[in-house]
């Protein structure tokens, strides 16, 4: 095979890979925990177009994992493998790490590879964002009609994934739509995601949305260090507070507003958060092992606590990424967590204005849902997590790059 050859085959792998996480939106409307197999199959296209190129994978795979961030990623993962060991649970851990770990390679892949070949497909990305919010909005007026006629559920919550995945990838696409020039596309993609989320029964779409505009329009007063420091300590406050959540919302939170969210089933929030409150306190140091909360209530560290708060630890999960890191990795897992986000908050600090505030806009929007939504270890966020950080470094390499490059 000729050197030609070999670069219009890389050429075209990498490009096959952009376009498929461009599709990603309605790939997710279509199948709501599709996220997993597009990224993972986007990863692998731009791993073989890399490889046919010949680019240097181990600076671009391996030398990350051997930066201070990287490395507490790993002793982050080093842990959660490690609670298998004391884990009750072992084949419910084993299940959810195997769902886990490939989603994030798939999503590891995909940040690292994808940035540079992204630029050619953000006008694409777009439109297929649109037209997807378009179709959601449709079907939910239509009493959901297309979905049926397809023979899928019928049900308008089989929404809310595809909005959570479309929210984290909104901010960081639209915020390189507005510095590449196209600032009316750029309002597109943000006004028809939040009619989406507005119409729809997702409440946790519209608290991200509202979450990371609100600090989007913070970060033009403020300087850097001022503005990563109160993301931090948001982001730092919601993990350091998650095991008394539900005591202190319980304490403070009055019966009118519980009338008034009662959509929201806060009441049944609150008595989740201190159930696993509990369990936190009744082992703080290592946890119950990584992946129990699906049958949390079958752990031993349930028989510690009141009986009246074991029922609700049979949920399936907390419905706060915070406080399951809490219930499962105990003290030495929030540690690691914490250092993971600080470092990545240092990080950022050394980028420019444009992709930080972009950054800490998608981290702010990420962080809320995480404390009020889904299990830690969902396979279709973390790819949609993924999706989302390569166009924001996207965003970051279009910002380094010299003007003569661009």
């Not at 000729?2 to 279509?30: F, Q």
């Not at 179709?135 to 595809?162: K, T, W």
């Not at 984290?168 to 739509?177: N, V």
């Not at 009316?184 to 009619?195: R, T």
Request: charged share 10%; net charge positive.
């Amino acid at each position: 095979m000729t050197a030609r050859t070999a670069g219009k085959r890389a050429a075209g792998l990498d490009r096959l890979g952009a376009i498929v996480i461009a599709a990603l939106p309605a790939c997710m409307a279509v199948a709501n925990r599709s996220s997993p197999v597009v990224v993972g199959l986007a990863g692998l296209l731009l791993l073989a177009g890399s490889a046919a190129a010949g680019r240097p994978l181990r600076a671009l795979l391996v030398a990350p994992l051997a930066t201070p961030v990287g490395m507490a990623a790993l002793a982050f993962l080093a842990w959660c493998s490690l609670s298998l060991a004391w884990s009750p649970l072992p084949g419910l851990s084993l299940r959810t790490l195997s769902e886990f770990l490939p989603a994030l390679a798939g999503a590891y892949l995909v940040a690292r590879l994808a940035p540079p070949h992204l630029a050619s497909v953000a006008g694409p990305a777009a439109w297929m964002l649109v037209a997807t919010c378009a179709y959601v909005v449709a079907d939910l007026a239509s009493g959901l009609v297309i979905r049926e006629a397809l023979g899928q559920r019928v049900a308008a919550f089989a929404f809310n994934r595809p909005l959570l995945v479309m929210m984290l990838l909104a901010f960081p696409l639209a915020a390189f739509l507005a510095a590449s020039g196209r600032r009316g596309l750029a309002a597109l993609v943000a006004a028809c995601l939040a009619v989406a989320a507005w119409r729809s029964v997702s409440g946790a779409t519209v608290l991200g949305l509202a979450t990371g505009a609100l600090t989007v329009c913070a970060l033009r007063w403020l300087p850097a260090r001022a503005g990563l420091g109160l993301t931090g300590a948001a982001l730092l406050g919601a993990l350091v507070l998650a095991p008394v959540e539900g005591d202190l919302l319980a304490r403070t939170m009055p019966d009118a507003l519980h009338q008034r969210l009662a959509g929201s089933s806060t009441r049944a929030r609150v008595a989740i958060a201190r159930s696993f409150g509990a369990a936190v306190a009744a082992d703080p140091w290592r946890g119950a092992g990584y992946g129990t909360s699906g049958r949390f209530q079958d752990a031993p560290v349930a028989e510690r606590i009141e009986p009246e708060m074991r029922f609700m630890l049979a949920v399936g999960h907390p419905h706060n990424s915070f406080l399951q890191v809490w219930a499962e990795l105990g003290i030495v897992g929030a540690t690691l967590a914490a250092l993971v986000l600080v470092l990545t908050l240092r990080t950022l600090l050394a980028w420019k204005a444009v992709a930080r505030s972009a950054a800490l806009a998608l981290l702010a929007a990420a962080g809320i849902v995480a404390f009020v939504e889904h299990g830690a270890w969902q396979a279709w966020w973390t790819a949609g997590l993924g999706a989302a950080i390569a166009w924001l470094r996207a965003l970051h390499y279009q910002s380094e790059a010299p003007k003569d490059e661009r």
